[in-house]
């Protein structure tokens, strides 16, 4: 999910061959609701922003898994995938 149009989406994951809906929240709403749109530091400014994230749901809707920040988006999905494994045996 990202702050990125529904169209922005579209056209990503089509370029990407990317065959899953990538979910759109340009409000904000659902990231500050999972803790995502945050105060951020940059080069010693702060500004409100996205911090890289990830949150994983269980078949029944429950969260599963949390990662509040992470720094380096490389090597990060197949800890997520071994999470994901454990839930579905």
């Known amino acids: 999910m990202s702050r990125d149009s529904v169209q922005s989406h579209r056209k990503f994951a089509a370029d990407k061959g990317i065959r899953i809906t990538l979910l759109s929240d340009p409000e904000r709403k659902v990231l500050a609701a999972y803790g995502a749109w945050r105060i951020k530091k940059l080069y010693g400014k702060e500004s ?15 969260i599963a898994g949390t990662w509040p920040t992470v720094a380096k988006a490389a090597g ?14």
């Open 48 to 62: 409100p922003g996205v911090v890289r994230s990830s949150v994983l749901i269980d078949p029944e809707g429950k």
């Open 76 to 89: 990060h999905a197949p800890k997520v995938l071994e999470e994901l494994k454990g839930l579905t045996g």
